[in-house]
Structures are given as structure tokens and as C-alpha cells.
């Protein structure tokens, strides 16, 4: 029977004696004050970073108690216990839990302990999920099956360590489940067969998967590139919209290989985030291309790539190519002041319309030329009625346009950011 908010109040305490944990109190407070204002409880955020339990993390027992207490639940649906201390057997609970509670749509897990055993019970509750592959005709499948099935469509589980098996075993769910839309695997102590594993089922089996993160593999010792042919195999014949790879040790020959076989192809990528990789002035000519032909591309991430000058001179030429771009980070990569000249000059050559909207800068060397030039762009997109939201602000010390300027850092305001993860979901 389907859980009311009321049920699960009453149903918590019990959950605890049997795990024999402590009842969370934040968990009691929310449920407590839904009850008494006769609301339903839709969203459970037990995240171990925040200052109610930073000192009081859910641990694996306590997990299966949340879990317990949960099953069946009509109403909620998003749960958030990142950053905490969730073991195997709590991730078995909660894919339990899971299986009998469709009504829980997004679920993150990111930062806890789970291992290659708890994935792989979550995985099997990704896979009971009554469709086969990810097809319109699956998915309509999957949305008549047995309500009883799991239909997650939002799951954290970065800063866990998975390790290879526990994403080779989420990766052989996704050929069965048919409403993920939103993924994230990054920084879980997987390598190249883990990740392989994922870019082959999604390429071979799933067309439902929009967003998926897949940063910091380890164990990525190859000269070939492997890797990165399977992820541009995968954007060429998938759903993916939000890629996350950084981290991915992509080179030059790297970059060329997701340009040419990944990007040109993909009907649906709007964001790629390669911060943090290296890509380097022999490679920006395959970044060009991505600028270029990226029908859809909304947000490109470099940050921490050695372009270099050059790197940034070829992208630069590039903007007034560009399709849709609205967002990009070139942060720390190696870029004197005749590189940012050069962006400078690529933003003013492209028409106001189609400039991008945010770009981030900050950590490059800004001479006074290359802050004259952007103090010139930056005023002229804004009279052309296209501000640009930068990461920095240049000033002048007067008004006669002859005197010396300076740079300081700056936020770019949440509002007007692209968000890559959420861009898409």
C-alpha cells in the first residue's frame, strides 16, 4: 500500500529499533512539521555536509532505516544523502526501497562509501524497471509496467568507490532501464573498463540517457585513446545532451578523435565539459571544429587545458562560426595577453546575437592589451544590447581612455550561468 506522509512518520521509529540506529533528527523534524501542517512530504535532504549533520553523518544502518521507512512512499520525490557515511548494505536497502517506490524520481548518493557491492544492488534496481533498452516503444513499455517497478531518473553516485565492477554493472542496466535521463559516475575509482562499459551500453542499448558525468577515471594508462573513441561513438548515436569528461587525460589526439567521430555527428550534445585535461595548442584546431560545427553546443568547458596562445587564437577565429554557444570557460589555460587579444577580437567579430553570454577567463596572463581590448569588447556587447557576463571586470584608473587599467575577479551571478548539469534535465 502506497506510503502518506502520516505513514511514514509512524513507520520511521520502528526502522530504527530494528536497524538499531539512532533516528536522524533532521528526518523526524521535516516529517513532523509536514504532519502537523497537513502537508505531503516531497523531497528528503539528509545531505552530510550540512551543518544539522555534519557531525552526525548517516551511516550504513541508518541509511536502511531511512530506507525502510520510505518503501512505498506515495509522495517523495527526490532524496538527498550525499556526503555521508552509506555503506553496501545501505545502498541495499535503498535500491529495495527503490524497487517498491516509483514515486522517488531523483536520488543522490554522490560522496558516501559505497563499493562495486552496492552498486551493483542499485543497478538491478535500475534494470527492474520494465523496459529493454531505451526506444519510444520501450519506454512506453516501461510507463505501463507494474507500479511497483523503480522509475529513478536522476542518480548521483560520484565520489563513491565504485570501482570497474560496480560501473560495469550500472552500465549493463542501462541497457534495460528506460527513464534514467541523468547520471552521474565521476571520480569512483573506475578505469577504462569501467567507463567502456558505460559508453558501449549507452551507445549500443539506451536512447534515454541526456546527461552523464564520467570524470576522473583512473587507471586510464593508454596511448591510443581508447576511451574517447567510445565516448564520441556514443555521443554520435545517443541521447546524450551534457557530457562530463574531465580529467580524461584527453590530448590532442584525443580532441581530434571526439571532434571528428563525436560531436560533428551528435544531433543532441549542449554541453561538453573537458576541464582539466590536456588539450593543447596542437589540439585547438579540433576545438575550432567543435565551436564550429556543435549544432546544439550551448556550454564548452577548458578550463586548465594548456592551449596556450595559439590554442586560443584558433578558438577565437572559430566564435564567429559558432551555432548556439552561450557559455565559455577557458580558465587557467595557459593564455598571454595576445591570445586574449585574440578572443577579444573573436567576440567582437561575431555578431552581438550570437555571442556567448558568459565567458571565463580568470587565471590567464592579462597584459594592459589584452585588458584595453575587453574593457572595448565587454562595453560593446553591452551598447549592442548583448551583455557578456565575465569572471572578471576590467577598470580604469581615468576617463581620457589613456590611462592604465586593472583586472579583479568576479562571479559570474547564478541567473545567468548556464548550468551544465541541470541544462538538460
Not at 64 to 69: F, L, P, Q, W, Y
Not at 222 to 237: D, G, I, K, N, P
Not at 252 to 265: C, F, M, Q, R
Not at 286 to 314: C, F, H, K, M, Q
Amino acid at each position: 500500500m502506497a506510503r502518506k506522509t502520516k505513514d511514514l512518520a509512524e513507520a520511521y521509529p520502528a526502522a530504527c529499533a530494528e536497524a538499531k540506529c539512532k533516528a536522524v533528527a533532521p528526518f523526524v523534524g521535516a516529517l513532523a512539521r509536514a504532519v502537523d501542517a497537513g502537508a505531503e512530504l516531497t523531497f528528503v535532504r539528509l545531505n552530510g555536509n550540512s551543518k544539522e549533520l555534519f557531525n552526525g553523518r548517516v551511516d550504513g544502518r541508518g541509511a536502511v532505516a531511512i530506507a525502510s521507512a520510505l518503501t512505498g512512499t506515495a509522495t517523495v520525490e527526490e532524496v538527498d544523502l550525499s556526503y555521508n557515511r552509506i555503506d553496501d548494505a545501505g545502498a541495499e536497502a535503498i535500491a529495495a526501497m527503490l524497487a517498491r517506490s516509483p514515486a522517488v524520481r531523483r536520488l543522490d548518493l554522490r560522496g558516501n562509501d559505497i563499493g562495486p557491492e552496492g552498486a551493483a544492488h542499485i543497478a538491478r534496481a535500475l534494470a527492474a524497471t520494465g523496459g529493454s533498452g531505451g526506444s519510444d516503444e520501450n519506454a512506453d513499455a516501461a510507463s505501463s509496467s507494474s507500479s511497483s517497478s523503480c522509475r529513478l531518473e536522476s542518480l548521483r553516485m560520484d565520489h563513491n568507490p565504485l570501482g570497474d565492477d560496480g560501473l560495469i554493472a550500472i552500465a549493463q542496466s542501462l541497457r534495460r532501464n528506460a527513464t534514467l535521463r541523468e547520471l552521474d559516475v565521476g571520480d569512483c575509482d573506475a578505469g577504462i573498463r569501467g567507463v567502456t562499459a558505460l559508453c558501449v551500453a549507452v551507445f549500443e542499448r539506451n536512447t534515454t540517457l541526456k546527461s552523464l558525468g564520467m570524470e576522473n577515471p583512473s587507471r586510464l594508462f593508454t596511448h591510443q585513446s581508447e576511451h574517447v573513441f567510445h565516448a564520441a561513438r556514443m555521443l554520435a548515436s545517443s541521447g546524450i545532451a551534457n557530457l562530463k569528461i574531465g580529467k580524461w587525460r584527453v590530448d590532442a589526439h584525443g580532441i581530434e578523435t571526439l571532434a571528428a567521430y563525436g560531436v560533428a555527428a551528435s544531433q543532441h550534445l549542449e554541453c561538453l565539459n573537458l576541464r582539466c585535461n590536456a588539450v593543447c595548442e596542437v589540439g585547438a584546431n579540433s576545438v575550432a571544429r567543435i565551436v564550429r560545427e556543435g549544432e546544439r553546443l550551448r556550454y564548452l568547458n577548458l578550463e586548465r587545458n594548456p592551449l596556450g596562445d595559439r590554442g586560443a587564437a584558433a578558438i577565437a577565429k572559430a566564435l564567429p562560426q559558432s551555432n548556439a554557444l552561450e557559455e565559455i570557460d577557458l580558465r587557467c589555460a595557459g593564455i598571454g595577453d595576445v591570445g586574449l587579444c585574440a578572443l577579444a577580437d573573436g567576440i567582437v567579430a561575431t555578431t552581438p546575437s550570437r555571442r556567448p553570454r558568459v565567458v571565463r577567463l580568470w587565471g590567464n596572463a592579462f597584459g594592459e592589451g589584452a585588458r584595453v581590448k575587453w574593457f572595448g569588447a565587454l562595453l560593446e556587447s553591452e551598447e549592442a544590447g548583448c551583455p557578456i557576463a565575465a569572471d572578471f571586470v576590467i577598470t580604469r584608473d581615468g576617463t581620457d581612455g589613456a590611462s592604465g587599467t586593472g583586472i579583479a575577479r568576479l562571479d559570474v551571478p547564478d541567473d545567468v550561468a548556464v548550468n551544465a548539469w541541470d541544462a538538460v534535465y
